[in-house]
């Protein structure tokens, strides 16, 4: 079946930066567009951003613009996720989910068919 794996999560300091890593399996890679999410204790899921499935088009929530970028290799079927200026509010658990439908234009967790496990962030102050 379909596989989202994460990886690249863990403890850094404010100002730090880490690169999160979503390597996919059993799927088409190249038809989809990638979504990073994040769920923070208590709250819900939100997005973060998304990329089309060619790599062309991006899109951040507000408060990682600047910060985060979004990146993909369809040859080894893997999106990344450079988190750059880490703020303890970016704790959280990330995942990558894959949109086969709406070309890496939706924000909307629910238009999302597949999920990652999930990788901790930690960002201390």
């Known amino acids: 079946q379909v596989q989202l794996v994460e990886s690249g999560g863990g403890l850094v300091q404010a100002g730090g930066s880490l690169r999160l890593s979503c390597v996919g399996s059993q799927l088409t890679f190249n038809h989809y567009a990638m979504g990073w999410f994040r769920q923070a204790p208590g709250l819900e899921r939100e997005f973060v951003g998304s990329i089309s499935w060619s790599g062309i088009s991006t899109a951040y929530t507000d408060s990682v613009k600047g910060r985060f970028t979004i990146s993909r290799d369809n040859v080894k079927k893997t999106v990344y996720l450079q988190m750059n200026s880490l703020k303890p509010e970016d704790t959280a658990v990330y995942y990558c989910?894959?949109?086969?439908?709406?070309?890496?234009?939706?924000?909307?967790?629910?238009?999302?068919?597949?999920w990652g496990q999930g990788t901790q962030v930690i960002v201390s102050s």
């Open positions: 989910a894959a949109d086969r439908r709406n070309g890496g234009t939706s924000r909307d967790r629910h238009d999302y068919d597949y």
